[in-house]
């Protein structure tokens, strides 16, 4: 014997018509238990939309981080740019900023900004401006030579402009009295 899906949904009425689910207009006898055996007050859905909230507190990637937290989210992007893969059956590491990059100008555009938006990171830490101008120099010569078709992107795989502003950010960093 198959259930129709309004059995599913509902359960069978009694033949006295007086269960909870009765059709005669009025409330259920007794209270609303969940799962967990507590007590569900009956409401309104504007009342329950009311208490209904987003809180991106801890979840939002880009509110207020801590300077380590700002730090290690500029060193996995780097790595997700420069060396996240391997080409396999050789030692060559190779990132996004490659793979973007061999779409003509749109992919070298694209990982420039992503590159340029790391130094604005880095001089939001604090980074001196011969800091972040030796920064804007790898960044200009990656993007620069990255335009040139197939040998700009092997020149991406291996000059690795980001993690060498990760590099030194650190070196600028570790040199910092520590708080």
Same mark, same amino acid.
């Given at each position: 014997?198959?259930?129709?899906?309004?059995?599913?949904?509902?359960?069978?009425?009694?033949?006295?018509?007086?269960?909870?689910?009765?059709?005669?207009?009025?409330?259920?006898?007794?209270?609303?238990?969940?799962?967990?055996?507590?007590?569900?007050?009956?409401? &309104?859905?504007?009342?329950?939309?009311?208490?209904? %909230?987003?809180?991106?507190?801890? *979840?939002? /990637?880009?509110?207020?981080? =801590? $300077?380590?937290?700002?730090?290690?989210?500029?060193?996995?992007?780097?790595?997700?740019?420069?060396?996240?893969?391997?080409?396999?059956?050789?030692?060559?590491?190779?990132?996004?900023?490659?793979?973007?990059?061999?779409?003509?100008?749109?992919?070298?555009?694209? &990982?420039?900004?992503?590159?340029?938006?790391?130094? %604005?990171?880095?001089?939001?830490? *604090?980074? /001196?401006?011969?800091?972040? =101008? $030796?920064?804007?120099?790898?960044?200009?010569?990656?993007?620069?030579?990255?335009?040139?078709?197939?040998?700009?992107?092997?020149?991406?795989?291996?000059?690795?402009?980001?993690?060498?502003?990760?590099?030194?950010?650190?070196?600028?960093?570790?040199?910092?009295?520590?708080?």
């Amino acid at each position: 014997m198959t259930m129709s899906d309004d059995d599913i949904l509902a359960p069978r009425r009694s033949r006295s018509g007086s269960g909870p689910r009765a059709t005669s207009g009025k409330a259920a006898p007794g209270p609303i238990i969940d799962q967990e055996g507590h007590e569900i007050r009956p409401e &309104t859905p504007e009342q329950g939309f009311r208490q209904f %909230r987003f809180d991106f507190g801890q *979840g939002n /990637p880009f509110g207020n981080l =801590t $300077r380590e937290q700002r730090i290690a989210r500029i060193e996995a992007i780097a790595k997700l740019l420069d060396i996240a893969f391997v080409l396999p059956g050789t030692n060559i590491r190779y990132g996004i900023d490659g793979l973007i990059g061999l779409i003509p100008v749109v992919g070298d555009i694209i &990982t420039t900004a992503i590159s340029l938006w790391l130094v %604005r990171e880095a001089r939001a830490l *604090g980074a /001196p401006w011969y800091i972040t =101008t $030796r920064m804007l120099g790898n960044v200009a010569l990656d993007g620069v030579v990255g335009i040139v078709p197939f040998a700009g992107d092997a020149f991406d795989v291996m000059f690795r402009a980001n993690m060498r502003n990760v590099r030194l950010l650190r070196r600028w960093l570790e040199k910092q009295p520590r708080m």
